[in-house]
């Protein structure tokens, strides 16, 4: 089992910024990637970012890149998300994932385990 709670949500203006954390407890250390995906109002749930445990390589929503930073404590057993300039459209409940299968990081169905979301508005 995993468990995963993320934190840093919140309401911030236009071009501002905000770090989303993800926790995580559990069977950890076999999880292959941790990922980002978010869902707006009467949309699917969409992929955001994603990292890989071991090596760190990411990946990125063409909206997001450059904008964007996923990060990972080893340590701490935690994801962040790093967003920088932010834009309306970003608003969105922010959902960390964690998946085992060595299949690609972009698909939602591939992931095992999933937080409760916090919700991030962005307001212009």
């Known amino acids: 089992q995993v468990q995963l709670v993320e934190s840093g949500g919140g309401l911030v203006q236009a071009g501002g910024s905000l770090r989303l954390s993800c926790a995580a407890s559990g069977r950890t250390f076999s999880s292959y990637a941790m990922g980002w995906f978010r869902q707006a109002p009467g949309k699917e749930r969409d992929f955001v970012a994603a990292i890989r445990w071991s090596p760190g390589f990411t990946y990125y929503a063409d909206s997001v890149k450059g904008r964007f930073t996923i990060s990972k404590d080893y340590a701490k057993n935690t994801v962040y998300l790093q967003m920088n300039s932010l834009k309306p459209e970003d608003t969105a409940v922010y959902y960390c994932?964690?998946?085992?299968?060595?299949?690609?990081?972009?698909?939602?169905?591939?992931?095992?385990?999933w937080g409760q979301g916090t919700q991030v508005t962005v307001s212009s």
């Open positions: 994932a964690a998946k085992f299968s060595r299949t690609t990081v972009v698909a939602e169905s591939g992931y095992d385990y």
